[in-house]
Structures are given as structure tokens and as C-alpha cells.
């Protein structure tokens, strides 16, 4: 495979995202695209396949569709993914899983799917490599057999763990919010880093966290390692040159106005873990407060939160209540936006006010609305300050030449 080879990549997304993440990759320069549920397809070479995988924040993983085509019987799925190319990606001592779904399809047995897959791999890397066996001791290949409706589409995943995994939160919260979602929730917002931003209810602190890496254009997964970067057929210099963009594009010396605040002694002591893993302490400020004794100290600002669900026995009061002070705290920052994300369905009743827009998004398998509700200022310039937020679509994405003259920090710990 050469480095400028043009390959059909996927991005994968929750449900409610894809259209974030299609943005995102229009933002990195990649438009031959198509949307689909759950997933974006995109047109890309080895390069792009680093990029995305560094610069991403909505999106799930980056795969490589191998093949698709008609599969009714076992031969079929056979001999199609037989046909790939294997050898070109995957080495003698190569270390490939194949895994399969299957939906309303014939071939609904997935481990038989599997297996004819897996023999299939094994047969086509057989006439490069004379070997008996395959020792798979070596870089990992996550293969992916999927079969919808009787097509079957082969991918290979060059993410490994989720891009959710930035690297910075090894402790969390009862029930925390996913880095992709809340780097969604911040990109839909049309949050501008000029702007005050406040997480009443931070938990472990990934909203602020992530609008602070948003805030500095710090690509996420510029200190952890993919799968495709211990891959022979990617080059490391595709990987060094990706970091160094990523590197040059930040922008560390941006003053951010961000705060996040919790009753919880305990969820702020994690968010300052997380802080100081990101290398984001100085970019945050914490403090332990209730939403009654927050007050406004600037004007047009945005509030971004996902506060508790109160699913358990005997917490839906508790909740209803808290809904019911965010409302009173948003009318009395007034004139700020407010987003929060929740599954009750009476939430506007609680808040006291419809929402402007609501978005259907998942918080891992909840289903939940983002309740929008938009300010004086929401997406425009504020008058006299010469400037004001660019829509969410440009945020947190390389921009060509920004940041050219900045050094290149040397790790993610604390400036």
C-alpha cells in the first residue's frame, strides 16, 4: 500500500452525532463524504488514517472498509473476503481478530460468520506467507465482518480502545458522561473560547475538560496510542508528522474563562485529577458550590451541562428539584445559552421554559434530549468586542497555518 493510496474510510458515531462528525472531517479537509446512520464514509489516504484518528472528538473509531459485497452463503462471504488483499496490511506474525454482527440478513449465525471469515483471512494470507500456522504474536488487526441485509461489509479498525479514551480520566464519577459526548455537546453549543463557559454540575470534570481542549485546539489523541501506529504498511513518519501538526496547532497561551462547580467534594477532587492528567489546571477553575450561590459575573456566556437523571428509587424528587434551580440560575445569568442533557421528558416544565431547539443524542444506551436554549448572542458577534463566536462547525479543528509560531509543548503535563 502507498502512502498516497485513496482509501474508503469510515467514522464511526453514536447515534445523533454523525452530522457532528461529518463537520468535523469537513474541518480537516476531507469532503468526499457520505452520512449514514452511525457511521461517516469518507475518502482519505494513510495520512488521513493518523489525522482522524488524532483529531476527532465526536467520532467513536476510524476503520478501513476492506471490501462490501452480496453475501447469501457461506461461499459467498468466503471467497469475498478472500479476495482482499490481506497481505498488504497484515504481516506474517501479524496478531487479526475477526468479530461479526449480523442483521436481517441470511447468514444470521455471527461465530459461523466468524469462522468462514477467519479461514477466509487465513487462506489469502497463505499464498504470500508458506506457514501452517500464524504465530499472531505481533501488532494487533481487529477485523470486522458486518452483515446488514444481506451485504456484507469487511473493515479494519486502526482506532483500538474508543477515541473516547483521550488518556486524562483513569477514575470517574457513578455515572459519567462519555469524552465524545461532551465534546459534541460542546461543538453544538457554538461555544467560541472567548466566551465564559460553566458546568454546574461537572462531576468529574469532562465538559470543562474538553471545552478547554476545544478552547486550545488541542487534538485529543495527541498523547495516546492507536492501533494502526505499530503497523508496517502506515509509515511512522505519517504518525511524527501528524503529532508535529497537532503540536504546532495548539494554542496553550489562549486565556479561557471556563469554570465548573459540584456539591460534591468527591466529583471535584476527581475533576482535579483529570485537570492535572490533561495538562488543563490552569485552564479550569473548580469550586464547590450550589447552583443557588452561582451568580453571574460575565454577560453572554454559555452554560453546558449533564446534570444527574435520578434514575434510582427515590432520587426523581431530588432531581426534579435540581432541574428546577438550573432554570432559576439560568434566568439569573440572563443573558446566557444553556444546554443540558437529560432523559426526563418534563424537563421544560421543570426549567420553566420550552426549549428553542432540542436534539435527540445518547448518552451510551440512555436516549436523551439536549435542551437548547439560546441567549441574546447565541452564534453572533457580541456588539463591541470586534468579534464573537464562529459557528461550532470550525471549532477545535486544525486550521492551515494557525499557531505556526508556537512551540511545540513536550508533554500533556501542566504548563
Known amino acids: 500500500m502507498s502512502d498516497t493510496q485513496q482509501l474508503t474510510l469510515i467514522a464511526t458515531a453514536a447515534m445523533g452525532l454523525e452530522a457532528v462528525v461529518a463537520r468535523e472531517l469537513k474541518g480537516l479537509g476531507y469532503d468526499q463524504q457520505i452520512v449514514e446512520n452511525g457511521r461517516v464514509r469518507f475518502r482519505g489516504d494513510a495520512r488521513a488514517i493518523c489525522r482522524a484518528n488524532l483529531w476527532l472528538r465526536t467520532a467513536d473509531r476510524v476503520l478501513v472498509e476492506m471490501a462490501s459485497f452480496p453475501a447469501t452463503t457461506f461461499e459467498e462471504l468466503f471467497q469475498g473476503v478472500r479476495a482482499v488483499p490481506w497481505e498488504e496490511w497484515i504481516p506474517a506474525e501479524g496478531r487479526f481478530i475477526v468479530n461479526g454482527r449480523s442483521h436481517q440478513s441470511q447468514l444470521s449465525s455471527v461465530p459461523a460468520c466468524q469462522k468462514v471469515a477467519e479461514k477466509a483471512v487465513v487462506e489469502r494470507l497463505r499464498q504470500r506467507y508458506p506457514l501452517e500456522w500464524f504465530p499472531k504474536s505481533g501488532a494487533r488487526y481487529s477485523i470486522e465482518v458486518s452483515l446488514l441485509k444481506d451485504v456484507a461489509t469487511v473493515t479494519l479498525d486502526t482506532t483500538g480502545p474508543g477515541l473516547h479514551k483521550r488518556g486524562y480520566r ?120 450550589p447552583l443557588q450561590e452561582i451568580g453571574r459575573d ?16 427515590g432520587e426523581r424528587e431530588a432531581v426534579e428539584a435540581l432541574y428546577r434551580d438550573i432554570g432559576r440560575l439560568v434566568r439569573r445569568l440572563q443573558d446566557w445559552s444553556a444546554f443540558v442533557i437529560t432523559p426526563h421528558k ?17 448518552n451510551g444506551r440512555i436516549e436523551c434530549d439536549l435542551y437548547q436554549y439560546e441567549g441574546p448572542y447565541h452564534g453572533r458577534p457580541v ?31 501542566d504548563r
Request: proline fraction near 10%.
Open 346 to 362: 418534563g424537563f421544560e416544565r421543570l426549567f420553566g421554559r420550552r426549549a428553542d431547539r432540542k436534539r435527540k443524542l445518547y
Open 298 to 313: 460575565a454577560p453572554y456566556g454559555y452554560l453546558i451541562t449533564n446534570p444527574p437523571y435520578g434514575e434510582r428509587m
Open 170 to 289: 483513569k477514575l470517574v464519577t457513578e455515572a459519567p458522561i462519555k469524552e465524545t459526548l461532551a465534546a459534541a455537546m460542546v461543538l453544538l453549543s457554538r461555544w467560541h473560547p472567548d466566551r465564559p463557559l460553566l458546568d454546574p454540575c461537572c462531576g468529574s470534570g469532562t465538559i470543562p475538560i474538553e471545552a478547554a481542549l476545544i478552547g486550545h485546539n488541542l487534538a485529543p489523541g495527541l498523547h495516546r496510542s492507536f492501533d494502526a501506529e505499530t503497523w508496517g504498511c502506515i509509515p511512522a513518519r505519517l504518525w511524527d508528522e501528524a503529532r508535529e501538526e497537532g503540536f504546532d496547532l495548539a494554542d496553550y497561551d489562549r486565556p479561557l474563562d471556563i469554570r465548573g462547580s459540584d456539591i460534591d467534594p468527591e466529583a471535584l477532587e476527581l475533576a482535579a485529577h483529570h485537570l492535572r492528567a490533561a495538562g488543563l489546571s490552569r485552564s479550569v477553575r473548580l469550586e464547590r458550590k
Open 383 to 413: 456588539p463591541g468586542t470586534g468579534g464573537g463566536p464562529a459557528s461550532g462547525e470550525s471549532q477545535g479543528r486544525p486550521g492551515p497555518g494557525a499557531g505556526r509560531a508556537r512551540p511545540a509543548p513536550g508533554s500533556g503535563q
